[in-house]
Nanobody
Framework: QVQLVESGGGSVQAGGSLRLSCAAS????????MAWFRQAPGKEREGIAG???????RYADSVKGRFTISKDNAKKVLYLQMDSLKPEDTAMYYCAAKSYGTMFHAFSGPTYDYWGQGTQVTVSS
């Protein structure tokens, strides 16, 4: 079993930055495929960044060049550094984990086994 707890959300003006954290419990953290998703009101959940056990990454076009996913295996923490934030980045952000995955399915929500409770990010213009 893996438990995920996100933190770091908040309100920021456009152009600002935030860093989200996702603290994980459980064994074999370093082997998991992990990702960040987001969901804005009235919109479908969107996968935005994924990272595998070798730290290979994949980003959605909507955040590429602005967001950076990383992880600290020793601390069992997944991060999402968000720079140059835009009002359209406003959403609830979730981290997710699965015991096995490939980049091809990085943004396929149903393939993930574990989810955090989410942290709200609000970007004002």
């Amino acid at each position: 079993q893996v438990q995920l707890v996100e933190s770091g959300g908040g309100s920021v003006q456009a152009g600002g930055s935030l860093r989200l954290s996702c603290a994980a419990s459980g064994d074999r953290y370093g082997t998991y495929f992990m990702a960040w998703f987001r969901q804005a009101p009235g919109k479908e959940r969107e996968g935005i960044a994924g990272i595998d056990s070798d730290r290979n990454t994949r980003y959605a076009d909507s955040v590429k060049g602005r967001f950076t996913i990383s992880k600290d295996n020793a601390k069992k923490v997944l991060y999402l550094q968000m720079d140059s934030l835009k009002p359209e980045d406003t959403a609830m952000y979730y981290c997710a984990a699965k015991s096995y995955g490939t980049m091809f399915h990085a943004f396929s929500g149903p393939t993930y086994d574990y989810w955090g409770q989410g942290t709200q990010v609000t970007v004002s213009s």
